[in-house]
């Protein structure tokens, strides 16, 4: 029922910036974001949290990205940003945007993905 569409992935050279946009929507009813957030997958590796933020702007951040990536977030507008600066080769991975959602019509609360975005840092 909720859709997530990210958009800003690319290809970027080391050092480089990226700005990561996540918009949540839905059909037929109405919704409130509890905690969006971003994961990242490289090939061959687990899932990990790169950045959370709660709908009261608690923000959370995986260590390797501390002091590069900032997330922000608009309960309201149900859209999330990541910002990612000073770009490494590491950081190449598919970007999941994640919902944790309340739909009241259905009383679910519910997390949901994007399609994922690729991010490819070239050294």
């Known amino acids: 029922q909720v859709q997530l569409v990210e958009s800003g992935g690319g290809l970027v050279q080391a050092g480089g910036s990226l700005r990561l946009s996540c918009a949540a929507s839905?059909?037929?009813?109405?919704?409130?974001?509890?905690?969006m957030g971003w994961y990242r997958q490289a090939p061959g590796k687990q899932r990990e949290l790169v950045a959370a933020?709660?709908?009261?702007?608690?923000?959370t951040y995986a260590d390797s990205v501390k002091g590069r990536f900032y997330i922000s977030g608009d309960s309201a507008k149900k859209t999330v940003a990541l910002q990612m600066n000073s770009l490494k080769p590491e950081d190449t991975a598919v970007y999941y945007c994640n919902a944790n959602v309340w739909e009241p019509y259905i009383r679910r609360r519910s997390d949901y993905w994007g399609q994922g975005t690729q991010v490819t840092v070239s050294s």
């Open positions: 933020i709660t709908s009261g702007g608690t923000t």
């Open positions: 839905k059909s037929g009813g109405i919704f409130s974001i509890n905690e």
